[in-house]
Structures are given as structure tokens and as C-alpha cells.
């Protein structure tokens, strides 16, 4: 008996989860592509180039999809059993609520072996990957992705308007560029032509400026500098094309664990390079353990709400992740202002949905109502009430009558 309860249950949360962890990274992937779609189609070998950052990008995705999977599946899955009246048959036959935990266990640690193991050993290499190709695919451009007539500001602190581009991208007419990068002097740079000079070997582009003028002004707006130039070499970082400015060298999100644990050795404590690899290092243990404390909470969750639309179970899924996601945010947020350890902020997101999740499990099993459900239940339902009357016709209304 107790082996064909876990296998009908493991079944009943397989198919949502492969189907909710395929429908989320795509989703969240496809969103992605769109940024990398200027350097894409600029690139030589445009497939080649494509799929190359789809795979360095799957493990980063992976890492927040499966935790979300993980929800969507067990809650939609217990909300259908619970819709159905399964989970009343099944009390009926004798089966305790608690009976049902090792399927559910099963699944949550499957996905938090896997999401553990793409946190520690694949995302790394993923990242730095994606970093190495992303400068790769950025050094091979020469046009910078610049169109004719259309203002880009596709590099932090840098506007460019071009009015004419040669077929080649090598050689520019009448440009414009406003320069914002320094903090104490802002440029504004106009050229009657420009000549784009790439050097592979170096990590910056070069436009080589003809006939023009620089305007410099003090952030105080007190000071200003006009310069006329024959010929004027504007130097452009490569680096500055990758993800926010960062040059190549690892970052901390680009880190084995060993590297962070020796980059953390020498860092000095309480500097803000300490603070940054503490946090990632405990986010590479914490993020995965939300597989495990979201898909708890999510079973008993399910049969509380006893929605049989799937739609609405999504909705309530998400809902969920986002208030988790919340909390993250909020402690991330917070650190840049107020120092405490990276360990409370990333932990205490887990340890409040993990007390959730036993006292659900608790309710449900013991079939009490859990009131803030009771009471999100009341209101939706006077909403939809409304809602409903406003729409109804007013012969409808007053047919009582």
C-alpha cells in the first residue's frame, strides 16, 4: 500500500515539475537572448554564437528555476489531489497527511542535489565562460553595434549619434558623443567624421575623430573647456560591453569554492571585499536549500487552498517565490546600508519558510484551518463577489423581485 501511494504521488509531481522547469528557463532564457541580441547579430557566426551563450547561460538560470519548479510542481499536484477529494479518500482509507512526506521529500531532495551541484561546480565555469565569450564576441566587433540616425547608449556613460555610416562600419559622418563617465567632467564630443580602429589584441576600441570640438563642463556647471581637434583618438572599453563594466578578471559569482575561500583568507575583515565573497559563498548553499524548505511549504499549501484551476495555482506559486524572492532582496538591499553577516540575511528567508512549512504540514494534517489562508480565501472571494455583481445584468439583479 504504502509503495503504490509513493509511486501514484511521485508520478503526480514528476510531470509538473519537468514541464514547469522547461516552460520557467525558457521563459527566463528567451528574456535574456534579448539583450544579447545586439552583439548576436553582429557576430560572424551568429548560431555558433547563440548556442554558445545558451549553454553558458543554462546553469545560472537553472539555479532559480528549479527551486521554482519545485514549488509549482508540489503545490499544483497536492492542489489537484485535494480538489478531487483524493486527499479526503485517502484520510478516509486510514493514510495520515504525514504519510505522504516521502514523496514529496524524494522530489525536494533530488532537486536540491542537482541545483547543489550546479551552484558548486557547474555555475562558476558557467559564468566565467559566458564572460570570456561575451568580451570575445565584443572584441570582434567593429561597428559597436552603432546605427545610423538613432541615439545609443548601450555603454554605461555613453551616448553616440552617428548621421552616416559607411556599408564597412569603419568609417562615420557627423558624429555626436556624450561622454558622462567621469564623475567630475561631463564632454560633449562633435566630429565631422570618425574612423573606427579595432586592435584584437587590446581589450578597447578606438574611434579616431576628425575635425571636431570638446566641450567640457565642471559638475558644478561653473567651469567650462572648449577644445578644437584635428585628428582626436576616443578610446572605448570592451569590457564596458559585458556585463556591467566588470573587466575579466573573476569575480566572485566566477569563483570555485576554493578561490573563495582563499580570496576570503587574505581579504581584509569587514572590508566590502570580504563582506561581497562571504555572501557568495553562502549564497551557494543557501539559494539550492530553498528546493527543499519552498516544496515543503507547498504541500500542505495546496491542499489548504483547494484551487482546482491550475491557472490559480501558478499564480499562487508564484506569489510565493516572489515573496520569497523579497526576502533575499530586501537582505541584499539592506547590507549596503547596515553591516551584519551576509549568513543572516541569506538564511533567514529559509529558516522563516522552513517554521512555515511545519506548521502547515501540522494544520493540514490535523485538518485546522491556517487563518492567513482562511483570510486571503475571504477576500478573494468577496472580490470575485463584486466583481461579479458589477457585471451582472440588471434584470439579472432584480429578478428575485
Sequence with gaps: MRLTLFRYLLVELLVPFFVSLLVLTLVLLLAKTMQYMRLLFASGSVLVDFGKLLLYSLPYFLAFTMSMATLLSVLLAFARLAHDNEITAMKAAGISFYQMIPPVATL???????????????????????????????????????????????????????????????????????????????????????????????????????????????????????????????????????????????????????ELREAMAVAEPGSKVKIKLSWEWHQRFSLPFACIVLGFVAAPLGVQTRTGSRFSGVVIGLLLFLLYYIFLSAAQAFRKDVAYPPAIGLWVPNVVFGILAITLWIKTAREQPFKPIAVAKWLAAKVASRLTSRHRPNGLKNSKG
Excluded at 109 to 135: I, K, M, T, Y
Excluded at 146 to 168: A, H, T, W, Y
Excluded at 247 to 256: A, H
Design 108 to 258: 525536494v531532495f533530488c532537486a536540491w542535489l542537482v541545483s547543489f551541484g550546479l551552484a558548486l561546480f557547474v555555475l562558476p565555469g558557467g559564468q566565467s565562460a559566458l564572460e570570456r565569450h561575451l568580451l570575445e564576441m565584443a572584441q570582434s566587433r567593429v561597428q559597436l553595434g552603432l546605427k545610423e540616425r538613432v541615439f545609443n547608449d548601450q555603454i554605461d556613460g555613453l551616448v553616440f549619434f552617428i548621421n552616416s555610416i559607411s556599408p564597412d562600419g569603419t568609417r562615420l559622418e557627423e558624429v555626436f558623443i556624450s561622454d558622462e563617465r567621469s564623475p567630475k567632467t561631463k564632454s560633449s564630443i562633435v566630429a565631422a567624421e570618425g574612423i573606427v580602429i579595432n586592435d584584437p589584441s587590446s581589450k578597447r576600441l578606438t574611434l579616431r575623430l576628425l575635425r571636431g570640438n570638446i566641450l567640457r563642463v565642471g559638475d558644478d556647471m561653473r567651469r567650462a573647456q572648449t577644445i578644437h581637434f584635428q585628428n582626436y583618438d576616443f578610446h572605448v572599453d570592451l569590457d564596458s560591453l559585458t556585463s556591467g563594466g566588470e573587466t575579466f578578471r573573476k569575480g566572485p559569482s566566477e569563483m570555485s569554492l576554493t
